[in-house]
C-alpha cells in the first residue's frame, strides 16, 4: 500500500497515479486531501474507471463520543437499533462541546487544539480552502467576496434563503452568489438543501433553499462558540448537526425539507426513489415545547401525514424528552436531538 496525503498539490497528479495504477497491478494506491473539490475534479477527468472515491465526512456525534471514550457511559442499547440516554443531562453537555469542536478527530483528540477549536478549525481548514483551494481552483480572484459570501451563509445556516435575498442582504450578484455556493458545495463546507411543497413535489424553477454548514463547528469558530444556555444558537447548530449525520447515507441526496403557504414547514422529507414519493419527515428541535404546545409544534407534520397515506414513519427531535405519539392514526417517535 502506498498512500500519497495532500497530493493535490502534485502537478498533474491524476495523470502520474494513473500510471502507477497501470503498471503495479498488486499495489494499492491510496490519494487523499483536503481540497476536496479538486481531488474530485481530477479523479473524474482522468481516473475514469481506475479511481474509487470516498468522501469521510465530518465526525458524527457517536464517533465523537467514542473518541473521547464515553459512548458506554453515556448511552445505552435498547433492542437492536434502538438507543437511549443513559443520563440525557451529561449528553446534552457533550453535544453542546460536539457542536463547537466535535466534528474534527484533531480537535477532539488533541486537548491543546480542543482548548483553542474555533482558531484551529478557522485558520487549518476554513481559511485554506476558502483563501487557498478555491481560488487556485476556480480561478476566483476576489477571494474578499467568497470569503463574505461564505460567512453570511454560515450565520444564517438552518434558515430559509434565496438568490434574491442573499444578494439584497451580501451586495452580491446573483449569478455570482449561484457560482459560488456551487463552489462551496463541492469544497464540503456547505449543504445546499432544495424545497418541496406539501404535495412533496419540487418547483420547476427554485426560488427557495436552505444553507447547512458541513460540519457545525465551523459556526462555532466563526463567531462564537455555544453556551448551554443559548437555546437559539444551539438550535440552529444542532439542526446543522443532525442533518449531516447523514452525508454517510447513500440516500443522502434524496433529502428535502417541505415548505408551504401559511408558514407550513417541515424540517426534513426523505423522497425515495424512483417516484419520490415522501417514505418518512422529521421534526428538529431543541426545546420541550411538545409537552405543553403539542397542536402547535406538531402542525404542519400532520399536514403532510394527512396528506400522504405512504409516509411510514415521522420523529420529533427534543431537548431531553423520549416519547411515541399518535398523529393522523400513526405513530410519531420523538427522542432528544
Known sequence: VVIFDEIQYLKDWEVHMKDLVDNYPNIKFIA?????????????????????????????????????????????????????AKDIDALNIRFVDYLNFGGYPEAVLNPLIRENADQFIKNDIIDKVLLKDLPSLYGISD?????????????????????????????????????????????FLIIKLSTV????????????????????????????????????????????????????????????YARWRNEGEVDIVYLRSPDDRPRWIGEIKWSDRLSA???????SMKTLLQKHPGIDSAFFTTKTI????????????????
Open 293 to 299: 404546545h403539542f397542536a402547535d409544534e406538531t402542525k
Open 143 to 187: 477571494i474578499q467576496e467568497l470569503n463574505k459570501l461564505f460567512s453570511f451563509l454560515a450565520y444564517n445556516a438552518g434558515k430559509e434563503a434565496s438568490l434574491e435575498n442573499i444578494s439584497k442582504e451580501s451586495g452580491l450578484a446573483k449569478q455570482t452568489i449561484k457560482k459560488y455556493i456551487e463552489y462551496l458545495e463541492s469544497a
Open 32 to 84: 487523499s486531501g483536503s481540497a476536496a473539490a479538486a481531488l474530485r475534479l481530477k479523479s473524474k477527468e482522468s481516473g475514469a474507471g481506475r479511481f474509487s472515491e470516498f468522501m469521510l465526512p465530518p465526525l458524527t456525534f457517536y464517533e465523537f463520543l467514542s473518541f473521547l471514550g464515553e459512548d458506554d457511559s453515556l448511552i445505552s442499547r435498547v433492542g437492536s437499533l434502538d438507543y437511549a
Open 322 to 337: 423520549s416519547r411515541s405519539f399518535t398523529l393522523d392514526n400513526r405513530v410519531v417517535t420523538a427522542y432528544p436531538s
Open 197 to 256: 411543497d406539501e404535495n412533496c413535489r419540487t418547483m420547476k424553477r427554485e426560488r427557495n433553499f436552505k444553507i447547512y454548514l458541513n460540519n457545525p463547528s465551523m459556526g462555532a469558530a466563526l463567531f462564537a462558540p455555544v453556551n448551554h444556555d443559548e437555546p437559539d444558537k444551539i438550535g440552529h447548530l444542532a439542526e446543522s448537526a443532525i442533518f449531516s449525520q447523514w452525508q454517510h447515507s447513500p440516500n443522502f441526496r434524496q433529502l428535502r
